[in-house]
């Protein structure tokens, strides 16, 4: 068969990005019109993996009662992300439609307050790098929106025309966060380029949702021994999954409703259901599960202590998701499903990583919503406090503000989880009664019995 054209560009190539939107891409009416070009972000492995197979990857779909293995298809180049000539050209080209973004929530360059941060690590280099760039020296933008701020500037220049840029990383609003963010990289380059973009970029905002684990080298045995050939890049994730997209493609897309995927004008709802029932109570889980001794999401939800932390977050995360059509019950309940798939080795500790950035999104704004509705929020402060737990019990944990939180924890009491919480949201370090809320709830979700952890 030949391969589809190149249509699509994708930062961020992850498994996720292999489940989720490679998956919808394969399976639209139209894939034969839609190839994707993968870069990686820090590391060409990825790239270098995929490419030696002709970038054909399994898909192990893994349920409760077994695996099912499909090969996957839609992209058609991987390249390593520092190759920006060749992001540039692909970028710049009139075929090109769409760039999808799965690049984390910590490279959004977010600072506590939700604004565009021109000082967040590696931005600061860009705005350098992207003003050189501008005026013809050597500059080299490192992080990905830094890259693209460039690849779009040869697109100017190329008059290929408008273009859609898709974030699919778990942020509330991610479409409108990527517009500040590119605008914000492109003020580096100046001579027009932030109002070309304006003009000329349309920034989608999406809801992604498929549990997709770490491979490990058991899943690429397994694949090895079921379809009879090696694939050492196979991806594994829950049969579950879902697209919601809001927004417009100026030059066009593929037809990725046909395979699932729902397009809404009002995306908020959705985001919302998502981004605190799933990804909230997952942070529940990552933190109290690994104090209280648990390696993954369907052991940590076993326990009943950490059972009933979800279940009083979710309580009160629901009094603010009361769109119609959300049935809020059934999801609930789909998710105690999805997290109880034992086969499913979803790591806590690949959950807890860059905690600023998410609980910011995940705790925070249900927080402030019980509390402005003269309910305590403790479900939310909960997550909170575990996380506060967690930064004390281990030094092992990955954040963009890493030495921060260690400068933070050299404090004692109040004081530090004020700190703490400040590097979180400035707004909830302000209210006292809020920090004393948390203050108090620390210490109360980690085990109490001598379970072994694995902290
Ligand atoms: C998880 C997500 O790592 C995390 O923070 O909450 O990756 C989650 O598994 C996905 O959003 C599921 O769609």
Known sequence: MPQPPVRIVHLGLGAFHRSHQAWYTQH????????????TGRRPAAAEALSAQDCLYTLVERSADGDSFEVI????????????????????????????????????????????????????????????????????????????????????????GPIAVV????????????????????????????EWIGANVSFVSTSVDRITPRTTEADIAEVAEQCGYTDSAPVV????????????????????????????ADIEPYENRKLWLLNGSHSILAYAG??????????????????KAVEDFWDEAAHHLQAAGLDIPAYRKALLERFGNARIAHRLAQIAADATTKLRMRAVPVLTAERASGRTG??????????????????????????????????????????????????????????????????????????????
Request: hydrophobic share 50%.
């Open 290 to 307: 690994q104090l209280r001794g648990h390696a993954t999401v369907a052991d940590a939800l076993a326990d009943p202590a950490c059972r």
């Open 28 to 39: 639209t009416p139209d894939a034969a019109e839609w190839g994707i070009a993968a870069f």
């Open 237 to 264: 994730a829950e049969p579950f999954r879902n697209w919601v997209l809001s927004g417009d493609f100026p030059a066009g897309r593929p037809r990725w409703e046909d395979a699932g995927a729902v397009v809404v």
């Open 378 to 455: 403790s479900g939310a402060a909960l997550m909170l406090a575990a996380w506060i737990d967690y930064v004390a019990a281990t030094q092992d944990f990955q954040d963009p503000l890493a030495e921060d939180i260690h400068a933070a924890n050299a404090l004692e009491g109040y004081g530090r989880v004020q700190a703490l919480l400040r590097l979180v949201s400035a707004e909830i370090a302000d209210d006292s009664d809020i920090v004393s809320l948390v203050h108090g709830l620390c210490g109360s979700i980690a085990a109490k019995t001598a379970t072994p952890s694995p902290l």
């Open 167 to 194: 974030s699919c990383d778990n942020l509330s609003a991610n479409g409108e966060v990527a517009r500040r963010a590119v605008l914000g990289l492109a003020s580096g380059w100046g001579s027009g380029l932030a």
């Open 73 to 160: 298809g839609s992209i058609v180049e991987a390249v390593d992300g520092a190759n920006i000539a060749r992001l540039c050209e692909l970028v710049a080209a009139e075929e090109t439609a769409v760039v999808t973004l799965t690049i984390t929530e910590a490279a959004y360059g977010l600072a506590a307050d939700g604004t565009f941060d021109g000082g967040a690590p590696g931005v600061a280099d860009d705005l350098r790098a992207l003003s050189a760039a501008a005026s013809g020296e050597a500059g080299v933008p490192g992080t990905p929106l830094g890259r693209l701020v460039l690849a779009l500037a040869r697109r100017r220049d190329s008059g290929a």
